[in-house]
């Protein structure tokens, strides 16, 4: 594992690895070319040297083999031994073990085999090669045999020698022990060469590499330090070639992103702060405003109905007012990163009551049932109630407002690392990419459309940063026709890593695209979460009340 995961994060590994293994290959494949084409001279000039040898040698024997008719006669043998001495003496080193022998053929069984020095020759001259001698041609081999006590490769060559009543066979024996010593020198010359070589070639590879990985890690540290926070880091400018432009270049984007960053962080904060002070400047008119707005909507049913209707829209537009007003001062709260969490062990099956019965009233209006699927046991966590609380109203509230007059379904789970809540409404649903999109600030799916609870828009927002505060997701789901479900999820400790959710994103009765029902867990990546989460199982049997008509 450990070099596997050295070979891919380093470069200067991998290519001084290839250079290593390719100069290796193609240094190995000459080595053996030249070893193989010196030891073919070698033994070519060899057998160049003792194919004259022979030659020279079997003219000699025929001219002092001519005046003998029968190989019988006084004297011949006496020959036969002086012109194998004489022939095995023709070698200037004697010292070099050429051995010459002279064999009768087969039509002349009475001739002694003769050899200088004197040893058996026999198991190194082959049948294919008596043979063909025999056959009146000149024939060679190389064979290994032992001469004198030592095991030697031999260069033989064999010739036939003419003569009066017949012929004989004149052979000469040459090791190879030189050629094969030289050849020997010559291939560990050429290994040596060959890996000093592919040293100096990784070497040289290992060098170049460094000075084109240097910069590149250097650039990839300095980005890290800039993705960190760190704006005035930078890089060495050294020189003028391509890595020292690159240097340059980074630098130059390094600069630009700061300013850029550092007007954007500018502009965020006086937005953020011209939005508390708005918010806080309008508290005090709208105080005034709210008193006297409560008078007027006190004494309504002493004026005429226009008037009274109008104390009734200035009431409900200044309620909605305020809500805006508190909104705002909580997304600042949030951009500012003033907003904390006052976590405590906390019962939610009363939290998901009291939302209930609060929204009951809207509920009743508009011809929704609110229906609870709630554990028997408790459910405690560490978490903030009063953030929890606001977080379901805007759930409920906008499943009642875009239920479409059809049941709202919220459902209670928990398992030993978390727990979590869905919202289940069979209004018009969401459209492809819509989940996203719900959780922006001030975004409506249908602008035409008329708010039932007289929402500000950003509900769902600081939902969204309720949950992030507690470290867990918030989620959506929709398709047209088939509703939408949210799914908050919260560790069950306050500061734990979420892992899983103990209810599913997409509900059991939801439909696949081609009209299967959906059914088991699946992959759901939320905007509150910042990985895939796996939603397994339905929820449980529990506790089932319906509130409002």
Same mark, same amino acid.
């Given at each position: ?5 050295? !070979? ?6 991998? @290519? ?17 070319? +030249? ?5 073919? +001279? ?22 002092? /083999? ?6 019988? =006669?006084?004297? /011949? ?11 095995? %003496? ?6 070099? &073990? ?96 060959? @890996? ?21 890690? @250097? ?20 020189? =003028? ?15 630009? $992103? ?23 400047? $309008? ?77 009951? %009233? ?17 459910? +405690? ?91 867990? !997701? ?6 047209? %026709? ?43 990546? &939320? ?20 509130? %409002?008509?």
């Amino acid at each position: 594992m450990g070099a596997h995961q050295a !070979w891919r994060r380093s470069l200067q590994l991998r @290519v001084v690895t290839i250079t290593l293994v390719a100069s290796s290959l193609l240094v190995g494949g000459f080595a053996y070319l +030249i070893a193989d084409k010196i030891t073919n +001279i070698l033994v070519e000039n060899a057998r160049t040297d003792v194919l004259l040898r022979l030659r020279n040698g079997s003219d000699y024997a025929s001219k002092q /083999f001519q005046p003998y008719s029968q190989p019988q =006669e006084a004297q /011949f043998q006496d020959t036969i031994d002086g012109t194998v001495s004489y022939l095995a %003496g023709g070698d200037p080193a004697q010292t070099s &073990g050429v051995v010459v022998a002279i064999i009768g053929d087969s039509t002349n069984g009475v001739i002694k085999p003769r050899t200088s020095p004197d040893v058996a020759v026999g198991p190194l001259i082959g049948r294919e090669l008596r043979a063909t001698v025999a056959g009146g041609k000149i024939a060679h081999q190389i064979r290994t045999g032992t001469l004198g006590g030592t095991r030697t490769k031999y260069l033989v060559y064999g010739s036939p020698v003419p003569t009066r009543f017949g012929q004989v066979e004149l052979y000469y024996l040459v090791p190879l022990a030189r050629q094969d010593a030289t050849a020997a020198d010559a291939r560990a010359t050429v290994v040596a060469t060959g @890996v000093a070589l592919v040293l100096l070639l990784g070497l040289l590879a290992a060098l170049v590499t460094r000075l084109v990985v240097t910069p590149v890690r @250097v650039a990839a540290r300095t980005a890290q330090r800039l993705s960190a926070g760190l704006l005035d880091q930078r890089m060495v400018v050294n020189g =003028e070639d391509d890595l020292a432009l690159l240097a340059a270049s980074f630098n130059q984007m390094a600069t630009n $992103l700061q300013r850029q960053i550092l007007r954007l962080e500018e502009m965020s904060r006086l937005q953020r702060r011209f939005t508390s002070d708005v918010s806080h400047e $309008l508290r005090t008119p709208l105080t005034t405003v709210r008193m006297a707005a409560d008078l007027i909507f006190a004494e309504r049913d002493e004026f005429d109905p226009a008037v009274a209707r109008s104390a009734e829209l200035l009431q409900a537009e200044l309620d909605r007012f305020e809500e805006l007003l508190t909104d705002l001062l909580e997304i600042s709260r949030f951009d500012a990163g003033f907003a904390v969490l006052d976590a405590e062990p906390t019962d939610l099956v009363p939290v998901v009551h009291r939302v209930t019965e609060r929204l009951a %009233g809207l509920a009743e209006r508009v011809g929704v049932t609110i229906e609870l699927d709630l554990p028997d046991d408790p459910v +405690i966590a560490e978490v903030d109630p009063r953030r929890v609380e606001r977080v379901l109203r805007n759930l409920v509230g906008n499943a009642v407002e875009h239920g479409e007059g059809r049941p709202v379904l919220i459902t209670l789970g928990a398992d030993q690392s978390a727990v979590a809540i869905t919202v289940r409404d069979h209004g018009v649903g969401l459209k492809p990419g819509e989940e996203k999109l719900v959780f922006n600030r001030f975004w409506r799916a249908d602008p035409s459309r008329a708010r039932q609870t007289g929402g500000t828009g950003l509900g769902l927002s600081i939902s969204l940063e309720d949950a992030r505060l507690h470290g867990g !997701w918030l989620e959506a789901w929709g398709a047209p %026709g088939q509703g939408a479900q949210f799914r908050l999820t919260l560790p069950a400790r306050a500061g734990d890593r979420l892992t899983t959710s103990p209810l599913r994103l997409v509900p059991a009765d939801a439909t696949l695209p081609f009209g299967g029902p959906r059914a088991g867990g699946l992959l759901a990546i &939320g905007p509150g979460s910042d990985a895939g989460v796996l939603a397994v199982g339905p929820a449980g049997d529990g506790d089932r009340a319906e509130v %409002g008509s």
